[in-house]
């Protein structure tokens, strides 16, 4: 059974009730190797911790692309989602400063003019709905990436003895992207399935799609390198298709369901392996 505009306000109401953000004092920072953590995962605690520090700026990007923002939408972003992600950015900083990482300053600095242009765009007919699935595919991929790489690191520091990190840091921030995850899954759906969307409207996403999509935390080459770094040091590029059909699921259900035996949208593919191939360069100590 599909869901509801209603049901969708019901699940974001209840997700908040029972997923408060994180507390730091409830986390235990013990680490029995701070060298071994910091040469580990240290790049994977600076990504991850600017990327979800960020949300400030991530909010204020969404208010000037959504002018006239769906209730729930608002409800959503503004008190749950950036509350929680940015104590997932708080809890991060502190395990990277605790094994002697400088943190990588968070972009907060302001909206571009492409992200105002395109909320000018919204009032025009039919087009707010288009903007609304791009925002909603862009938040299901990723949080979908989140949850696999929370997953994978708290893997990693556990089989590594690094218990305390893992299970009061780690296993915490997981739990709640999957709730993330399903929110931008399940309004994607009623917007397609329940309010509706043109033939003209799903063909604009496609190509709009096609042509903005970019991984999380990526706004140049430099951060396109670092994004293969923790791609590498999570095993991303053993099961690169794999991992690329988890991230693509949501568009290849509503944008490309007609193309039979599709397994990954070509654009996720290109942009994991070209992040991969400038990490790899940088590494050999080629410039980018």
Do not use: C
Request: proline share 5%; charged share 25%; net charge neutral.
């Amino acid at each position: 059974m599909r869901g509801s505009r209603a049901g969708l306000h019901r699940f974001v109401q209840s997700f908040a009730a029972e997923h408060p953000p994180l507390s730091l004092a409830a986390a235990d920072l013990t680490i029995n190797d701070p060298e071994s953590v910091r040469r580990q995962y240290g790049g994977i605690f600076r990504y991850l911790t600017r990327v979800e520090l960020e949300v400030e700026r991530n909010v204020l990007e969404l208010r000037a692309l959504m002018p006239d923002a769906t209730e729930t939408d608002r409800f959503f972003y503004e008190d749950v989602w950036s509350p929680q992600e940015l104590q997932h950015g708080i809890l991060l900083d502190a395990v990277q400063r605790r094994f002697g990482m400088t943190p990588a300053p968070p972009d907060v600095a302001g909206v571009s003019a492409r992200i105002r242009l395109a909320g000018v765009l919204s009032h025009l007919p039919g087009m707010l709905a288009v903007i609304r699935l791009l925002y909603y595919l862009t938040g299901a991929a990723t949080e979908r990436s989140a949850v696999i790489a929370y997953s994978r690191l708290a893997e990693g520091l556990r089989t590594t003895g690094e218990r305390a990190i893992s299970e009061t840091v780690i296993a915490p921030i997981k739990r709640q992207e999957p709730g993330h995850f399903a929110f931008y899954r399940l309004s994607a759906e009623v917007l397609v399935h329940e309010e509706g969307l043109n033939d003209w409207q799903l063909h604009l996403v496609r190509i709009l799609r096609k042509r903005s999509f970019d991984l999380v935390g990526v706004n140049n080459p430099r951060q396109r390198a670092d994004f293969g770094d923790v791609a590498r040091a999570l095993d991303f590029d053993r099961d690169l298709i794999a991992v690329a059909r988890q991230v693509s699921l949501v568009e290849r259900e509503l944008l490309w369901a007609q193309h039979h035996g599709l397994k990954v949208p070509r654009y996720f593919l290109t942009a994991f392996q070209e992040a991969i191939a400038l990490s790899t360069v940088r590494s050999a100590g080629l410039e980018i």
